[in-house]
């Protein structure tokens, strides 16, 4: 398939210029999506735009990535009510240096007759001044032309900055400047940005007398109306740090069946086929196609190592008959993801000194259970464990010893009922 076909069978093709299919029907061409380094790292939304830019290179074009060290100065006004805080420039450089690292492990950059270029847009502006821009980039386009992008439309009751205005100019000029020095002839991106990439095959068309052309996808939401990429608790973000792996599965893990054939083609290197065929095979099953695609993903972004910690946090989690093999597997950082999905209790580390007693622990220093008697029934009744090992004796102790990683303990009280201790 040409890169229009692909878009189309995964329902990713929302609009196009005119030619725009012919100009890429046999690949070759070069194309390239921005990314405004507004936070310390891309989250799931911007995953889509990525996925274009590896569909576009899977299908025999050349992807350019611009970061836009000089456009996230401005702040891009599409989709938003108010003005963006601006960032420092420190912030902004650290934040396009850990994108870039992301990036490179999605698209390839290193090899092959049509390896990624990445780019930088502050380089375009850098050494020009207030009187250049003016002349060179801010007579390209009329004001009646900018204010009839809905961006800027949507904005003029509630008011918009001359910064925020010019964002425009910005996003067009970067087209011209890539045309001109890498022959990028395709800019793409999200629906929402259709005026600021048709502005840009404007300065190419004016300033330029060439030919360029868009491309966008629709904007992903889910079935509930909800924005994609955000959980209840925020954005899922492709930083582990941000966005713990056990977390980024369970986002698709818990996604509505509904959603599931539409995430299956805008995430799935899967070709049509094989989608197709896996919808068949589990047409009843919309839990183990969430697995396939969770496991598929979630591999790509945090690695295979990753992904089998991510089972054994979930197998400890869920499965009833978890072993304590599978505990002890465990690193730190995911006991800590543990400790952040079920309840928990702070203990100081000086208290396990000379030990606690089990029952103590269990209904003085965490209130696990409302009484020392009902602790004690709990253990004589065999519901009690520490760290997957029974507890039969009221009189053990908890110490020191007990700590993995030296700081957490695992406390259950039946089968269903999960707690982790944190040794601070």
């Keep these: 398939m040409n890169f229009i076909e692909e878009l189309r069978w995964r329902n990713m093709l929302h609009q196009m210029t005119d030619g725009a299919e012919e100009h890429l029907k046999n690949g070759g061409a070069?194309?390239?999506?921005?990314f405004d380094p507004t936070a310390p790292s891309l989250t799931i939304g911007n995953y889509v735009q990525v996925m274009l830019l590896n569909l576009f290179q899977r299908t025999?074009?050349?992807p350019i990535v611009l970061m836009g060290g000089a456009t996230g100065r401005v702040g891009d006004p599409s989709g938003k009510d108010k003005e963006r805080e601006l960032k420092t420039e420190e912030e902004l450089d650290a934040n396009v240096a850990r994108?870039?690292?992301?990036?490179?492990r999605f698209i390839n950059f290193e090899d092959g007759p049509n390896k990624a270029i990445l780019a930088n847009n502050f380089d375009f502006y850098k050494n020009m001044n207030v009187l250049d821009f003016l002349r060179d980039v801010g007579k390209t386009l009329t004001v009646n032309y900018m204010l009839s992008k809905e961006s800027v439309k949507r904005r003029l009751g509630t008011g918009i900055s001359f910064t925020e205005f010019s964002y425009q100019l910005l996003q067009g000029y970067d087209f011209q400047c890539l045309f001109q020095k890498y022959g990028c002839s395709v800019q793409m991106g999200g629906s929402d940005q259709w005026g600021n990439?048709?502005?840009g095959t404007e300065f190419v068309g004016k300033n330029l007398?060439?030919?360029a052309h868009a491309v966008t996808t629709p904007l992903?939401?889910?079935a509930d109306g909800t924005k994609f990429g955000k959980s209840t608790s925020g954005n899922i973000w492709m930083d582990a740090e941000m966005t713990s792996p056990y977390k980024f599965y369970q986002f698709w893990i818990n996604s509505d069946d509904r959603d599931?054939?539409?995430?299956?083609?805008?995430?799935?290197?899967?070709n049509k086929e094989e989608v197709e065929t896996l919808e068949v095979e589990h047409a009843g099953d919309p839990q183990m196609l969430k697995k396939i695609l969770g496991e598929e993903v979630t591999v790509r972004v945090h690695g295979q190592a990753a992904f089998d910690a991510v089972l054994k946090v979930t197998d400890l989690l869920f499965n009833k008959k978890a072993k304590k093999e599978t505990l002890l597997e465990l690193a730190e950082k995911d006991l800590a993801t543990i400790a952040g999905e079920i309840q928990s209790f702070n203990i100081s580390k000086d208290a396990l000194a000379n030990g606690i007693n089990i029952v103590d622990l269990m209904a003085e220093s965490t209130a696990i259970v409302p009484s020392k008697n009902e602790a004690r029934r709990a253990i004589k009744g065999q519901a009690v464990?520490?760290?997957?090992?029974k507890i039969t004796d009221p009189d053990f102790m908890v110490n020191h010893e007990s700590l993995l990683h030296g700081r957490y303990i695992m406390l259950e009280n039946g089968k269903k009922n999960k707690f982790m201790v944190v040794a601070e």
């Design 220 to 222: 992903l939401t889910k």
């Design 30 to 34: 070069i194309g390239y999506i921005g």
């Design 197 to 199: 990439i048709t502005s």
């Design 60 to 62: 025999g074009n050349t």
């Design 385 to 389: 464990s520490v760290n997957k090992d």
């Design 99 to 104: 994108q870039v690292e992301q990036m490179r």
């Design 260 to 270: 599931i054939p539409k995430f299956m083609r805008y995430f799935s290197y899967k």
């Design 209 to 211: 007398g060439k030919k």
